[in-house]
């Protein structure tokens, strides 16, 4: 579905990717995941034609990005990292200019704002502008005018950022089922619990390199299944165990405090990159 | 081509209605103020080649306004980009650079036009009919066309929404005086004459003025707008293909 092969992306003197070999199948929910500055949004940049790579190849559905951008194009959905609606147009305005520049006829643009904003449950709000919305709406707004064009790969760059803890969980789900109708999704986040609760294969990216790409539960059970944590010079400290019993011997045979918990996502991040991710 | 050049100049065309109540007036004070200050009060008792100073003047202010208005699609390209970030909306969708510049230049056509009517309407208040021929109408729109080019492939260019007003400073407030809008160029020496004729709207209000007056047609002045402005346009598409860092 999407192949990236020897992606580079030179900004002046900042090697922002180095050498990003990636393959995404058809279907998967693929995250991309470090810490900002890494090189996410500058991934999703190139591959949706944004920005230009300094070198290497994309292909996406079968078509190469660089010689046929605009059939690339029809076949990606985007919502960027900030909110670009138009805010002083409606919802269904906003809705209809997408489908215009997608190329789509009145009768399927119509029944396709109807079916989506019925789908992020923002149907009763329509008619409203944008600039009176929530936050969490115009997000739900982002993703509906994106499935527009009912594209085959859609790609989330920080779809949650800025919103409040329930709000994301909606998103979430919103998510989950969009994948689950079959459509391909790349998402970059920096709130690991995201791409531990979505994804199913997710790759660490750290300054501009790729350092694993793996599915959540092996990157985890790498580590083990327990962590105890404990504070060593104002540093938290985990120490991974296979199972709670060993866990629990290691507690009584020692006299600091610890805590007990599942190995996260975040831990295998720190691990591998020796950083957490912010 | 045509589907995404028309969902171009379509989104700008609604943002337009929904501050129709805002832009007409705001189209209306500085003509008015002009037509008062400078038509009225002061150029009363002058008459220009056979004509009252307000005929000569009107035609010199619909090329000046419909020069500002068509460039001033470059700052709705600006705030779209740099504050609403709407431009990558677009660029994401299979819309070529062509038709991207077609339907913004388009818009800043349009704008022109309607600011024109607008002016029309002022001077019918201040008892002055012009002719509204082809001719006049076809200078609007060269005029426009040649501004509202320069003005999508310099919004491209500027870093900034700063920068943009520097830009409005330096290249349109100059023109808008200097090209034959408030005075005859005769009135300048030889060499000020030649200078300010390397300038578009020089041409626009020779046009425009002559095709509202009934005057002989400077042809050759619509030649020099629809070459300019042809420049400019293939200047702003590769500007806009430019524009992706």
Redesign the interface.
């Known amino acids: 579905m999407i192949t990236v092969k020897n992606l580079n992306k030179i900004?002046k003197s900042i090697h922002a990717l180095k050498d990003v070999n990636l393959d995404v199948k058809s279907g998967e929910l693929f995250a991309y995941l470090g810490p900002n500055g890494a090189g996410k949004s500058t991934t999703i940049r190139i591959l949706?034609?944004?920005?230009?790579p300094t070198s290497g190849t994309v292909t996406l559905n079968g078509f190469d990005l660089k010689n046929s951008s605009?059939?690339s194009?029809?076949q990606?959905g985007?919502v960027?990292q900030?909110?670009?609606?138009?805010?002083?147009?409606s919802v269904y305005?906003n809705m209809?200019?997408?489908g215009?520049?997608?190329?789509m006829n009145k009768k399927e643009r119509d029944d396709k704002i109807e079916e989506l904003l019925n789908y992020v449950d923002l149907s009763a709000r329509s008619y409203s502008l944008v600039k009176e919305l929530s936050g969490g709406m115009k997000r739900r707004l982002m993703i509906a005018r994106a499935l527009m064009h009912s594209p085959s790969v859609l790609f989330l760059d920080e779809p949650t950022v800025g919103l409040d803890a329930g709000m994301r969980r909606k998103i979430w789900a919103l998510i989950k089922k969009i994948q689950q109708q079959g459509t391909t999704i790349f998402l970059t986040t920096h709130y690991i619990e995201e791409a531990e609760f979505l994804a199913d294969r997710v790759a660490f990216l750290d300054t501009g390199t790729i350092l694993v790409v793996n599915t959540p539960s092996n990157l985890m059970s790498s580590l083990g299944t327990w962590a105890l944590d404990r504070l060593i010079d104002d540093k938290m400290e985990p120490i991974y165990f296979n199972d709670r019993e060993e866990a629990n011997l290691y507690i009584a045979a020692h006299k600091d405090s610890f805590t007990l918990r599942r190995v996260n996502l975040e831990d295998a991040f720190l691990s591998i990159t020796g950083k957490k991710v912010k | 081509m045509i589907?995404?050049l028309?969902?171009?100049y379509?989104?700008e065309m609604?943002?337009m209605r929904?501050?129709l109540t805002r832009l007409v007036p705001s189209w209306s004070v500085s003509p008015l103020l002009y037509l008062i200050a400078f038509g009225y009060a002061m150029g009363k008792h002058v008459a220009i080649d056979g004509h009252s100073y307000m005929e000569f003047l009107i035609p010199g202010l619909i090329a000046m306004n419909s020069m500002t208005q068509a460039f001033a699609i470059a700052s709705e390209i600006n705030i779209?980009r740099f504050y609403?970030?709407?431009f990558?909306?677009?660029?994401?969708?299979?819309?070529?650079d062509f038709s991207y510049v077609a339907g913004e230049v388009l818009a800043g056509i349009t704008r022109a036009l309607l600011s024109t009517c607008v002016i029309l309407i002022l001077g019918l208040m201040f008892g002055v009919v012009l002719s509204c021929s082809f001719m006049f109408w076809f200078g609007v729109f060269l005029n426009s066309f040649v501004f509202a080019s320069l003005a999508v492939g310099l919004a491209m260019l500027v870093k900034s929404h700063g920068d943009q007003v520097l830009l409005t400073s330096f290249v349109i407030t100059p023109m808008a005086f200097l090209g034959g809008t408030f005075f005859p160029l005769e009135n300048f020496p030889v060499w000020g004459q030649n200078l300010v004729h390397i300038l578009p709207i020089t041409h626009a209000a020779k046009a425009i003025r002559a095709a509202s007056l009934n005057n002989i047609l400077p042809l050759s002045s619509y030649i020099v707008l629809a070459v300019t402005g042809s420049i400019f346009f293939i200047i702003a598409v590769v500007c806009v293909k430019r524009a992706?860092?």
Not at chain 1, 82 to 89: K, T
């Open positions: 900004y949706t034609g944004l920005t230009q605009i059939k194009r029809q990606c985007l960027p900030s909110i670009n609606l138009d805010q002083e147009l305005e209809t200019i997408h215009l520049l997608f190329r | 589907h995404s028309l969902a171009v379509y989104r609604l943002i929904r501050r779209a609403w970030h709407i990558e909306e677009i660029q994401a969708a299979p819309v070529s992706k860092d």
